[in-house]
DNA sequence: TGCTGACATATTGTCCGACAATATGTCAAT
DNA sequence: ATTGACATATTGTCGGACAATATGTCAGCA
């Protein structure tokens, strides 16, 4: 049987998608740096040759990966995309697709440790002093469990930032968003303040005195009390986190 | 002195980003599912009471994310975002912080050996199969370096695939973006396409046996080499990874 | 001088109404 | 069963309009 020729489809791209890949690019190609305002809709309009309301939508289409923001809130700057922007988009995906805490988990086991380890390289004395601090208000707060969380997900960013590694920093955005917030529900329930407080400890210890392996290890052994924890309390290690975003 | 009070800022949310909040709020929390319609433009604006100009904008912004796409390039349809629309917008969050090829290595060797080890765990032998395929596939076109490279990525979603992790699937998006398209550029100078193919083996092995560790190790060894390649070929590995998107 | 207020200006947020292009559904003709 | 004609629904794009708000200017006043 004679195969009909098989054209595809004509690609046909509305215009304010193709304005959007035209900013994307100017930006993404450095033609636009992060801070620089962009031209004004009007102005986009006329370059682009058609409405300000397509160009709004170009625009909007743009904005919510946190490549385009409001400087004050009224002209248009370019922006780089900060942890937030990234988790809440990945994490949306990721609700999505259903996400279990054990999934989560794995993945937080491989990039924590990681961070705890490149932490060790490449932490200034200020990072370490805000670690220190970090500890002593984990000290303090122990009771309170909102802040307790809330001291622990600090801790964890604060190490990552630690790393000096963006690329990190990004990859483990969502873990803010979905993994921390579940570990609440633990917090809540076993009071594991003064175990959280110890591994902290190590952690900080370790990145103090550079050595690597012990950062890696006592992250590592942290993590698994996390596991532990869902696991004790019952609170659906394979079941998908549920987004309270 | 007393302090006066401090009534912070009137957080004036415009329309767009309202009702774009409201939408993504109704995807997130499962009120609409994945495949699911949307109301059409027209009955979205009389329901928030604006217009449809601004429905629009509200939509595209979600868009772009990969909650939202079209059906049949008219209705709008709820989406399940795929490794590519995650991929695409933290990649370029990564680009504008400057991401080098070195902290993408760190995340990939953080990420990596995880995905190979899982799928140890979870790989069915369709699987499997489609691996074997693929190392075929990889001898066919050694010397062909744009298709090796092709091949090379495929290989290592293949296994990220076989993690049965979608969380993992998604953390890793970036770097089908950004880290092996850099890695072309050691294929063209170095052709190591038969260190790749010994290396991709050992790890197919692995998954085969359910060698955990085995798969875990060859794939570390396998991220190493890729870095070898680089600072071999002096291709920049500490350098800003430049976006071809 | 330094602060205040009035005023013009630029830019965004929102609205309205309109039309073309395209996918869908229906029904008759072949 | 396929085709063609036609009405319908929905999106893409247009153009113009106005309100709200931030910025800049400048005179007035202590």
Known sequence: MAQPVNFGPLAHQPAYRLGSEKIRHAIISGEIEA???????????????????TVREAIRLLEHVGILGRADRKR?????????AVGRSVSSAMLMHQVTFEELWQVAMGLEPLAGKLACLSATDAEKQL????????????????ALLEAEI???????QASHNSALLLARAPLNELFYPAWGAVIRALSPGERILVAHQHVYDAIC????EKAEEWMEKHMRDFRRGIE??????????????
Chains 1, 2 share one sequence.
Not at 131 to 146: C, F, P, S
Not at 154 to 160: E, G, M, R, T, Y
């Open 35 to 53: 801070g620089e305002l962009l031209p004004t809709e009007t102005d986009l309009a006329e370059q682009f040759g058609v409405t300000r309301s």
């Open 76 to 84: 248009l700057v370019v922006t780089r995309p900060g942890t937030e």
């Open 131 to 146: 670690l220190a601090d970090n500890l002593v208000r984990t000290r303090e707060v122990m009771a309170d469990h909102d």
């Open 154 to 160: 600090d801790f964890h960013n604060l190490v990552a």
């Open 209 to 212: 005195a550079g050595d690597q």
């Open 232 to 245: 004790l309390g019952n609170l659906g290690f394979d079941k998908p986190v549920r987004g309270q975003v």
